[in-house]
């Protein structure tokens, strides 16, 4: 049997060298590699008995960096439609007052509203796009317009 100590000396290197090339740079890579083995060592009783250790270990960081990388992207593009105005139109004075109490939301709302008003997904795309339920995003889009409401009164 193979201790945990051992087994995290030998691979944590390349399990982060990996995991780095995903998230796009040594140090995310490196904050991957360590939810990865952290996440190995609470079921390592398991996961050292498996054929390929390393290979398991490996998958989890991929799959962790690759939801990171998703996740960062995800949340660029709902930043660039945030600040984007149409062509030739300027920025109005209600849009910008509105687009200041969206990001007032907290992060969950503030992405459940943008990708349901602006973008136009349903709560099941949104949901599976935010890896969540459709419940929490009902309950986002139910809190975030009470709060738009409170926020904004009668402003059109």
Do not use: C
Not at 20 to 35: F, H, R, T
Not at 79 to 89: F, K, S, W, Y
Request: no cysteine; proline share 4%; glycine share 6%.
């Amino acid at each position: 049997m193979t201790k945990f100590g051992d087994f995290f000396r030998e691979t944590y290197a390349p399990v982060a060298l990996v995991a780095g090339s995903i998230a796009g740079s040594w140090a995310e890579g490196e904050e991957v590699a360590q939810e990865a083995f952290t996440r190995v060592h609470q079921d390592w009783d398991r996961v050292q008995n498996l054929d390929n250790p390393g290979a398991w270990t490996r998958r989890v960081a991929i799959n962790l960096a690759l939801n990171r990388r998703r996740s960062a992207t995800r949340e660029e593009r709902a930043v660039e439609r945030l600040v984007e105005t149409p062509a030739g139109e300027p920025p109005t004075a209600s849009n910008i007052v509105i687009w200041q109490a969206v990001a007032e939301l907290a992060p969950q709302q503030r992405a459940a509203i943008v990708l349901h008003y602006h973008d136009g997904y349903s709560t099941a795309d949104i949901a599976e796009m935010l890896e969540t339920t459709v419940t929490a995003v009902t309950t986002s889009l139910h809190k975030a317009r009470a709060r738009l409401a409170e926020t904004l009164g009668d402003t059109p």
